[in-house]
């Protein structure tokens, strides 16, 4: 099992650039999470995706902030435009969800993608 | 979902019980207590949950008080690779498998 996989696992770009985070789950697994942790705030749920579908997206920051998950093995977090104050880690987990009777909910997470915005 | 209390840090000697704490005085009957932890730069990883009873794998014991207002982590040995930041959440289950994260404990192993 590979695991939660991220990409870029680093991301260097200048303010007013677009950047795209990817995320592919483990593969079975129908709950995908964004998070972002930075040493002020600490780890933040972004959106969850049930089933491929936007679930909770309260904690998307404000609009330049868009996730998208058009198949149950792909997911991307997108910044449009970025800004400095973006810079943090992002993790993606997923998670079981359910199999058959049973509710498993342990959040495999991912490495995390470190972004750097100038 | 509750709010819990942990305390900022700890240090624990090399070999010894690592018990780490967690108040969530505010939880209700059907929230579970689960436990993470982050190694440094790495994501968090699942250790243990549980509901009212006490659980134990073979990472860690979750001992959780009769009133639930409280619970203890315990790492039986622990070594060096458990230095990390140790979450503990609360959570509705089922539900919509939400976590909040608080600001944990970062526990220091010392040789």
């Known amino acids: 099992d590979a695991g939660v996989i991220q990409s870029p696992r680093h991301e260097v770009t200048e303010m007013g650039q677009e950047v795209t985070l990817r995320c592919k789950p483990i593969s079975g697994h129908n709950s995908l999470f964004w998070y972002r942790q930075t040493m002020m705030r600490g780890l933040e749920l972004l959106i969850y995706?049930?089933?491929?579908?936007?679930?909770?997206d309260s904690g998307m920051p404000e609009d330049r902030f868009s996730a998208k998950m058009p198949n149950a093995s792909f997911s991307t977090l997108k910044i449009q435009p970025s800004e400095p104050r973006d810079s943090a880690v992002y993790f993606c987990?997923?998670?079981?969800?359910?199999?058959?009777?049973?509710?498993?909910?342990?959040?495999?997470f991912g490495p995390g993608t470190r972004l750097l915005v100038l | 979902d509750a709010k819990t209390t942990q305390p900022p840090s700890m240090d624990c000697a090399e070999g010894r019980a690592a018990n780490l704490p967690c108040n969530h005085s505010?939880?209700?009957?059907?929230?579970?207590v689960y436990w993470y932890r982050q190694i440094h730069s790495q994501g968090p990883q699942y250790i243990i949950h549980?509901?009212?009873n006490n659980e134990t794998n073979e990472m860690a014991s979750l001992i959780i008080t009769e009133d639930r207002k409280s619970s203890t982590l315990i790492l039986p040995h622990a070594t060096l690779r458990d230095t990390a930041v140790y979450y503990c959440i609360v959570r509705v289950y089922p539900g919509t498998y939400k976590y909040i994260f608080g600001t944990g404990t970062r526990l220091k192993v010392l040789a």
């Open positions: 995706f049930n089933n491929n579908v936007p679930i909770d």
């Open positions: 549980g509901l009212k």
């Open positions: 987990a997923s998670t079981l969800g359910t199999s058959g009777n049973l509710v498993v909910e342990t959040q495999y």
């Open positions: 505010t939880i209700s009957g059907n929230e579970y």
